[in-house]
């Protein structure tokens, strides 16, 4: 079954809201990944974290991995028309094994 | 430099009948991972080859499903027969390091079942 974790599992906000998606696993995990998928698009890579308690930002997203390595979330700032799409995490599992939240759809209204 | 290729980028087949999806992976990437997509839900694990070799396979449904990857270049997974459930976009993702590796991925193949 899933084992990562993700909410909410969508959010239609304004542009210029903030949005904020929750990525949860039940284990530790040895680093998360951060993807983003715009409609009729393909996952693209944004971001990985390692360290615990690490927050990295990119311009109005910013993100963050717990203490205890096994929760992360990713904030956007100001949403705009562009953000829209589903933000994924990604945490390995048994190895290698990327194994993918269920997402974070992303609408903004304009 | 050319990203990860997939062909056919939709496929429409009857329930029963063949299909086979092919990926190009990024050059020099050993790496080769098979991902579903089904119903907007998550991003599902099939399997993972290492060059040549069938490095994890425990995310493939069921013995309808075949992948291939000879000589360690482009990888093919091919569904027969095909059933209604297997619906839904596969994506084809490449990386060159094997420990805390982006994926890239492909833009997909969907394949819907009649």
């Known amino acids: 079954g899933q084992q990562v974790m993700q909410i909410p599992q969508y959010q239609h906000v304004q542009e210029g809201e903030d949005f904020t998606t929750y990525c949860n696993s039940s284990?530790?995990?040895?680093?998360i990944q951060w993807y983003k998928q715009r409609p009729g698009g393909h996952p693209v890579f944004l971001i990985q974290?390692?360290?615990?308690?690490e927050v990295k930002k990119q311009k109005r997203l910013t993100f963050q991995f717990g203490e205890a390595k096994k929760n992360s979330s990713l904030h956007i700032t100001a949403t705009q028309t562009t953000d829209v799409g589903t933000y994924f995490c990604?945490?390995?599992?048994?190895?290698?094994?990327?194994?993918f939240g269920a997402g974070t759809i992303l609408r903004v209204k304009s | 430099e050319a990203g990860v290729t997939q062909f056919p980028s939709h496929s429409v087949i009857e329930k029963g009948q063949t299909v086979t999806l092919r990926c190009d992976p990024i050059?020099?990437?050993?790496?080769l991972y098979w991902y579903r997509r089904v119903m907007g839900k998550e991003i599902k694990f099939l399997l993972h080859?290492?060059?040549?070799?069938?490095?994890?396979e425990s995310g493939m449904p069921n013995n309808r499903f075949l992948a291939e990857r000879t000589g360690g270049t482009y990888s093919t997974l091919k569904v027969q027969p095909a059933e209604l459930e297997d619906s839904g976009v596969y994506f084809c993702?490449?990386?060159?390091?094997?420990?805390?590796?982006?994926?890239?991925f492909g833009e997909g193949s969907r394949l819907t079942v009649l």
């Open positions: 993702a490449s990386s060159q390091v094997l420990v805390y590796g982006e994926l890239f």
């Open positions: 284990t530790t995990l040895s680093n």
């Open positions: 974290l390692v360290k615990s308690g």
């Open positions: 990604a945490g390995p599992k048994y190895g290698n094994k990327l194994v």
């Open positions: 050059s020099g990437h050993d790496n």
């Open positions: 080859f290492v060059k040549e070799s069938k490095q994890d």
